[in-house]
């Protein structure tokens, strides 16, 4: 019990460092709409949170058994693939995606594959679906509606139904209650 009440408090502690991130994701857009530079910052937030998305993603198949959990990992790195390929291919982005991670999405790599509570694995994937989702909405939304690159424009348009219909998804999911 006391074990669980541990890892509860780590796991609030990591998704509340998250949710700082979400809002300078917007900030640092809107800094940047207009100058140039906006066009590298969303792809470099872009390509991110898709290289985390999958990756958060195959920790959840090889170890959870949760049957909805497990479908929408499928789904989410199947469509973030299609749409890391899709940005690569596009020429406005290919000399502004990151090789890597950054360091907070590494961090809550780190904290998922390190979990070995099931239910509290569950739970803690489907919150950083979540708070990556509203982030990724934000941030496609601040460009399909300001950006300055239309290919990448357009991209950002063409991709924010998606990115809402996953956000949709994971509030609907309906991880295990630790008990």
Same mark, same amino acid.
């Given at each position: @019990?006391?074990?669980?009440?541990?890892?509860?408090?780590?796991?609030?502690?990591?998704?509340?460092?998250?949710?700082?991130?979400?809002?300078?994701?917007?900030?640092?857009?809107?800094?940047?709409?207009?100058?140039?530079?906006?066009? *590298?910052?969303? !792809?470099?937030?872009?390509?991110?949170?898709?290289?985390?998305? /999958?990756?958060?993603?195959? =920790? /959840?198949?090889?170890?959870?058994? +949760?049957?909805? /959990?497990?479908?929408?990992?499928?789904? @989410?790195?199947?469509?973030?693939?299609?749409?890391?390929?899709?940005?690569?291919?596009?020429?406005?982005?290919?000399?502004?995606?990151?090789?890597?991670?950054?360091?907070?999405?590494?961090?809550?790599?780190?904290?998922?594959?390190?979990?070995?509570?099931?239910?509290?694995? *569950?739970?803690?994937? =489907?919150?950083?679906?979540?708070?990556?989702?509203?982030?990724? !909405?934000?941030?496609?939304?601040?460009?399909?509606?300001?950006?300055? !690159?239309?290919?990448?424009?357009?991209?950002?348009?063409? +991709?924010?139904?998606?990115?809402?219909?996953?956000?949709? @998804?994971?509030?609907?999911?309906?991880?295990?209650?630790?008990?």
């Amino acid at each position: @019990m006391r074990r669980r009440a541990l890892l509860t408090a780590t796991l609030t502690a990591t998704l509340t460092a998250g949710l700082a991130g979400t809002a300078s994701a917007q900030s640092l857009l809107e800094r940047f709409a207009g100058t140039g530079s906006g066009a *590298n910052t969303f !792809v470099q937030l872009a390509t991110t949170t898709d290289n985390f998305e /999958i990756e958060s993603s195959r =920790v /959840i198949l090889a170890r959870s058994q +949760h049957p909805q /959990i497990r479908e929408y990992a499928q789904r @989410m790195i199947e469509h973030h693939t299609m749409m890391s390929a899709e940005l690569r291919s596009l020429p406005e982005a290919t000399t502004r995606s990151p090789a890597a991670l950054d360091e907070r999405h590494t961090n809550l790599l780190l904290t998922l594959q390190q979990q070995t509570d099931i239910d509290l694995l *569950n739970r803690y994937y =489907v919150q950083q679906q979540i708070e990556g989702h509203e982030e990724a !909405v934000m941030a496609f939304e601040t460009y399909a509606n300001g950006g300055d !690159v239309p290919a990448l424009k357009a991209f950002a348009q063409r +991709h924010l139904p998606t990115i809402r219909q996953h956000l949709a @998804m994971a509030r609907a999911l309906q991880a295990p209650q630790a008990g």
